[in-house]
Nanobody, 127 residues
């Protein structure tokens, strides 16, 4: 498994922006660069939900409909990091955001294929 550490969460007003980062360790460059990375979130009283995913090469991305056009996922394989740029934030984006690493090239919104998870970072959007 890989160790994942998220950062960048915080409190922001509606309409504002935040950038989340996730640093990965424990995998070689070749392994990390071949693994899909994803972001999920969980709001209080709700189930964890998919936010975005990016393939190992970074060329293909997938977004939940609720964030499409507002969030952008990207990765830097040389630094073993993945980021989530969040713009036009809404109060309903409030949640704990988790970074996840998939088993190899698995590429889906389904969390079952992700085998490593970070501890999460809180994002709070005030109205």
């Amino acid at each position: 498994q890989v160790q994942l550490v998220e950062s960048g969460g915080g409190l922001v007003q509606a309409g504002g922006s935040l950038r989340l980062s996730c640093a990965a360790s424990g995998r070689t460059f070749s392994t990390f660069s071949s693994s899909t990375m994803g972001w999920f979130r969980q709001a209080p009283g709700k189930e964890r939900e998919f936010v975005a995913a990016v393939t190992g090469s970074g060329r293909t991305t997938l977004y939940a409909d609720s964030v499409k056009g507002r969030f952008t996922i990207s990765r830097d394989n040389a630094k073993s990091t993945v980021s989530l740029q969040m713009n036009s934030l809404k109060p309903e984006d409030t949640a704990v955001y988790y970074c996840a690493a998939a088993r190899g090239s698995y590429f889906s919104h389904n969390s079952r294929g992700y085998d490593s998870w970070g501890q999460g970072t809180q994002v709070t959007v005030s109205s």
